[in-house]
T-cell receptor, first 114, second 114 residues
Framework: KAGVTQTPRYLIKTRGQQVTLSCSPI?????VSWYQQTPGQGLQFLFE???????NKGNFPGRFSGRQFSNSRSEMNVSTLELGDSALYLC?????????????FGAGSRLTVL | DAKTTQPPSMDCAEGRAANLPCNHS???????VYWYRQIHSQGPQYIIH???NNETNEMASLIITEDRKSSTLILPHATLRDTAVYYC???????????????FGKGTHLIIQP
């Protein structure tokens, strides 16, 4: 079956702009979580959605937001971009129940803020 | 979630077994050990997990000490494609999902030498 699909794979923005990233989970997976990866901070948890509801949120400012649609697809948005937001943004999906802790990651969206 | 300690880097010859250690001396009774790996510029990939018994799948084996304070991931016949950063994570099993995100440390950079 198809894996986790993230779009776009690469994008360049300037400071102050906003960006929306998209994630399509594995079919049947209802949980979608987002991570930010930077060389300095490593992989950090942003938030997790399940059945269109945000269940958990990491320690990121309110400029980072997300949502999940009824088909489980998810988007994350970063407003008022800062240079430090340059990172690889990873989406992961999982099924509920027994494999809830086993995440399948997408290839990521690499954001460069100039 | 309990903290883990891994060596920053390791080398292994191609075709040999790669043994990656992980210390988790503060692990609690309901915490599992998970291993993920990340090949350069890709999303992390789930490898294996276990509670207290040794586990094996098509990718690797996981050996957990009797006191559960450390574990070893074994790649039985390492290939060049196994060069990656390997993350050891311990966390409680959330049967319905909805837990905080995974906490990725710095991991071990495993380099397979030809």
């Amino acid at each position: 079956k198809a894996g986790v699909t993230q779009t776009p794979r690469y994008l360049i923005k300037t400071r102050g702009q906003q960006v929306t990233l998209s994630c399509s989970p594995i079919s049947g997976h209802r949980s979608v979580s987002w991570y930010q990866q930077t060389p300095g901070q490593g992989l950090q948890f942003l938030f997790e959605y399940f059945s269109e509801t945000q269940r958990n949120k990491g320690n990121f400012p309110g400029r980072f937001s997300g949502r999940q649609f009824s088909n489980s697809r998810s988007e994350m948005n970063v407003s008022t971009l800062e240079l430090g937001d340059s990172a690889l943004y990873l989406c992961a999906s999982s099924s509920a129940g027994g494999t809830a802790n086993v995440l399948t990651f997408g290839a990521g969206s690499r954001l460069t803020v100039l | 979630d309990a903290k883990t300690t891994q060596p920053p880097s390791m080398d292994c010859a191609e075709g040999r077994a790669a043994n990656l250690p992980c210390n988790h001396s503060t692990i609690s009774g309901n915490e599992y050990v998970y291993w993920y790996r990340q090949i350069h510029s890709q999303g992390p990939q789930y490898i294996i997990h276990g509670l207290k018994n040794n586990e094996t799948n098509e990718m690797a084996s996981l050996i957990i000490t009797e006191d559960r304070k450390s574990s070893t991931l074994i790649l039985p016949h390492a290939t060049l494609r196994d060069t990656a950063v390997y993350y050891c994570i311990v966390r409680v099993w959330y049967s319905g999902g909805g837990a905080d995100g995974l906490t990725f440390g710095k991991g071990t950079h495993l380099i397979i030498q030809p």
